[in-house]
């Protein structure tokens, strides 16, 4: 407010002629833009879906169902939907509506959580008319202050048009290791996930994904740059293939100050992967990775990490590759071969009987799980007053045995507690040896049938 009363008072003491307001834009230029903004609604509104999916979940070892809603792109003539994951994943029955309010049902393609996109395709009687397909334009030539419009269902309500503008480019996000997104205040709520980002000429420029709670008018869409590449994989394989090395990578900004790295360049090798394809090649924290397969690679600031993430992850899985690397004055080149990338976040299975849920470690679990143990059955979730929470379980203990049987991995467990749950009535009984911050403990626990036998359903 400051600053505004004093702008005021300098134009005060301006000569009469400086005083004089700014010419109002004539009202034809107005007419212009919003017919402009209106052709642009028209062009992409038919290609926009409204989508309710019936999501899986589990809430304290139990699994349950619940209604979503988000938004869709249609894609192809034939039916193929463009959605985030988080809408799409987990879904036992996904339904869209289309802009004339009819609705048909639609299955599961592709799902990729690392940049939060899904493909769905829409189960169609054969011989059925094509569909509207949204346009995609190249959001590499958006800039700062371009005007943008969210479409999509907010809230579960009708479709609607929010107006903003591009507020900012190549934003990282500490969750998103591979994506820079776009920014905008346009407004981005619960039920606009997975609808478009337009620009004025009508063309996608943007899949709608996040809002920023604690900020005023903070949105962030995937720019459609990088939604193209993963469109593609989703279609060929359902997935996008992605390889790992186990470096921590940092840009060379955190470093600026040290003389060890006074005029480097490359990236900061923060720390290695215990047991990974890098810590086998020989890498080493405080190195700077220079080159990956023989294309140089440089970040000094955080938004160029996700560039350099992502061609590691290009890396055949299986297939050596060659790092260049700076150790000091010496330059190294090293080889490593990379092994296919988890899923970041194990899918948790449910233990009926025990009721309890349960999932994989994986070489990406936090790193204060894989501290204690990378192999074992991490527990998730507990009913409160079930068998396992009465017999001391708690989440985020990682079983180890199961009735003496060891539990290596997920499918070690879900053999085990198949054998136990199948156990005649008296005998339901079952001795889990568990794993909790570092410390080893038996938890004997009595169960009963539980409503399914079977582990993940």
Request: aromatic share 4%.
């Amino acid at each position: 407010m400051r600053r505004a009363l004093a702008v005021v008072a300098a134009l005060g003491a301006l000569p009469a002629a400086a005083q004089d307001p700014a010419p109002v834009p004539a009202p034809q230029a107005d007419d212009a833009f919003q017919a402009r903004v209106v052709r642009a609604q028209a062009r992409v509104l038919p290609s926009l879906v409204f989508i309710r999916a019936s999501q899986v979940y589990f809430d304290q070892g139990v699994r349950a169902a619940e209604e979503i809603v988000g938004s869709g792109i249609l894609v192809s003539p034939s039916g193929e939907v463009l959605t985030n994951n988080h809408v799409a994943e987990r879904s036992e029955r996904i339904l869209c509506v289309f802009s004339d309010r009819t609705e048909c049902p639609a299955k599961v393609v592709g799902l990729d959580p690392e940049t939060d996109l899904a493909l769905l395709r829409l189960d169609r009687p054969a011989g059925a008319p094509p569909l509207p397909v949204a346009a995609f334009g190249d959001s590499s030539k958006l800039r700062v202050g371009d005007f943008v419009m969210a479409l999509g269902a907010p809230l579960g309500l009708s479709r609607s048009l929010s107006m903003g503008v591009i507020s900012a480019l190549d934003r990282e996000l500490p969750e998103s290791p591979f994506t820079l997104w776009l920014q905008t205040d346009a407004a981005i709520n619960p039920g606009n996930s997975g609808g478009p980002l337009v620009n004025v000429e009508g063309e996608v420029v943007g899949v709608n994904t996040l809002k920023d709670f604690g900020g005023e008018a903070v949105g962030f869409s995937l720019p459609s740059e990088t939604v193209r590449p993963v469109l593609e994989e989703l279609r060929r394989g359902g997935k996008v293939r992605r390889s790992y090395l186990g470096l921590l990578l940092q840009p060379l900004r955190d470093v600026a100050r040290s003389p060890r790295y006074a005029g480097a360049s490359g990236v900061l090798v923060g720390g290695v992967g215990a047991g990974s394809p890098a810590e086998a090649a020989g890498f080493r924290a405080g190195d700077l990775l220079l080159a990956v397969a023989g294309a140089p690679v440089s970040a000094r600031e955080p938004h160029e990490l996700p560039a350099v993430r992502r061609a590691i992850a290009a890396l055949a899985p299986g297939r050596a590759a060659d790092l260049a690397v700076r150790r000091g004055a010496e330059t190294l080149r090293l080889s490593a071969t990379p092994l296919p990338r988890d899923d970041p976040e194990g899918e948790p299975e449910q233990a009926p009987a025990f009721e309890l849920t349960v999932a994989a470690i994986t070489r990406l679990s936090p790193d204060w799980i894989t501290l204690y143990a990378r192999t074992g059955a991490l527990v998730k979730g507990v009913r409160e007053g079930g068998p396992a929470s009465r017999a001391g379980v708690a989440p985020d203990d990682i079983v180890v045995s199961l009735d003496g049987q060891p539990i290596p991995d997920l499918a070690a467990f879900r053999e085990a507690y198949r054998r136990a749950a199948s156990r005649p009535e008296g005998e339901r009984a079952a001795l889990l040896q568990v794993l909790r911050r570092g410390l080893t403990r038996y938890l004997p626990i009595e169960y009963h049938d539980g409503n399914d036998t079977d582990a993940g359903k």
